[in-house]
């Protein structure tokens, strides 16, 4: 096992998870790698709105009536996150193509590599679905180091930027799947939905595609304006502004060619369906705390509509780097916060308060 010449200390600060509404700031153990894994110093750390749904304890991770919990207690939390690689072995060195004192991020999922899914190249899919920060086979970055996993998909990222922007790889790559199964065609209108960390990813990657006209939907105009950074055409505040009519007047009165639903607000799932015209795409980021109810006949014999699911971010990563990377993107004003790993709680209020901030990170080190 290589190993840097700083000293690596036996117990660390973390944040753990002990059920809804309980997470805890706690002294624990620095993890050990094994064979094929490394350690790795956390430098930045996300906090999700998924992160925050799940401490507000909605059924998509801990279960109701129709499905069994998935996330895990005594977990650390945190899947969207830069470090530097503080030990590893040769296979680890090998099969990453990385060394000590590297940045490296890795994707949310440690895929199992066995399963139909692996097999096929769809490992965002994986049916364990081990993500970082969920279940106890992997612990995530809210805490001082962290492992990586022999499973990991594991990227380099430029040392000089930001460690809260290295980070946002995560959020990014997420966004950008989602504009890929979009499916965006030379002279669409297409229509985001929300100006948060993954509505704004939305809207870089889909003016990327060279559509007509990017629109961007949110309730707060700092996020709209952000979102213009981003490169939407046209930005709407949907607090004082007519969205139908705005669409219509893009369309010649026919609708959306695509729509990216970004918020995890129920209401804009109707909104969107509204808004496309017949034989459009919608795609579906969202975490949603609660099931959402629509009109299925809008789907079928109104519009006879393409409804695409989105999850994860695979094989966008390399994207999703360059594209921070570039210096394209708004970062400073997207990474709207950066507080210290004891001020948890915090951050989740912050994250929950969308009108006060954008991306939240914390900054264990």
């Known amino acids: 096992m290589s190993q840097t010449d700083q000293q690596v200390p036996t117990t660390m600060q973390a ?4 059920g809804p509404q309980d997470y805890r700031l ?24 998924s992160d925050l749904k799940c401490y507000h304890g909605a059924a998509k991770f801990w279960g109701d009536d129709d499905r069994p919990a998935w996330a895990e207690t005594e977990v650390v939390p945190g899947h969207e996150f830069v470090g530097e690689v503080v030990a590893l072995d040769e296979e680890a060195a090998a099969r990453w193509g990385v060394a000590v004192g590297d ?3 890795a994707e949310q999922i440690v895929p199992c590599g066995e399963c139909r899914y ?17 279940k106890r086979a992997t612990p995530g970055a809210m805490a001082e180091y962290m492992v990586f996993p022999a499973g990991a998909r594991v990227h380099t990222v430029d040392p000089s930027i930001p460690a809260q ?11 950008l799947h989602a504009v890929e199964r979009a499916g965006i065609q030379f002279g669409d209108v297409v229509v985001v939905a929300g100006c948060g960390p993954i509505g704004l990813g939305m809207v ?35 607090t004082t502004e007519d969205v139908g009519e705005v669409v219509r007047g893009l369309t010649e009165g026919y609708g959306a060619d695509v729509y990216i639903e970004g918020t995890g607000h129920p209401s804009a799932v109707g909104q969107g369906l509204a808004l496309l015209r017949k ?22 014999d109104d519009k006879e509509l393409d409804v695409l699911g989105a999850h994860l971010g695979p094989y966008t990563w390399p994207a999703a780097i360059a594209m921070i990377e570039s210096g394209v993107l708004p970062m400073d004003d997207i990474c709207s916060h950066q507080l210290p790993i004891s001020r948890f709680q915090e951050g989740l209020d912050l994250v929950a308060d969308s009108s006060r901030s954008v991306k939240v990170s914390l900054l264990p080190g």
Do not use: N
């Open 15 to 18: 944040v753990v998870c002990h």
């Open 26 to 49: 706690e002294e624990v153990p620095v993890p050990t790698p094994g064979p094929g894994e490394a350690l790795v110093r956390v430098q930045a750390v996300g906090i999700c709105a």
């Open 103 to 105: 940045r490296v991020v």
């Open 118 to 134: 692996c097999r096929r190249g769809q490992y965002h899919m994986c049916a364990p679905h081990d993500i970082f920060g969920f």
């Open 165 to 175: 922007h290295a980070a946002f790889a995560e959020p990014l790559a997420c966004s």
């Open 204 to 238: 870089a990657g889909a003016k990327a595609k060279g559509p007509a006209v990017v629109v961007a939907l949110d309730a707060v105009p700092a996020k709209l304006e952000l979102a213009r950074r981003c490169g939407a055409d046209v930005v709407v505040d949907i």
């Open 279 to 300: 034989c459009g795409t919608f795609v579906e980021y969202s975490v949603f705390k609660e099931p959402v109810s629509v009109d299925w006949s809008v789907i079928s």
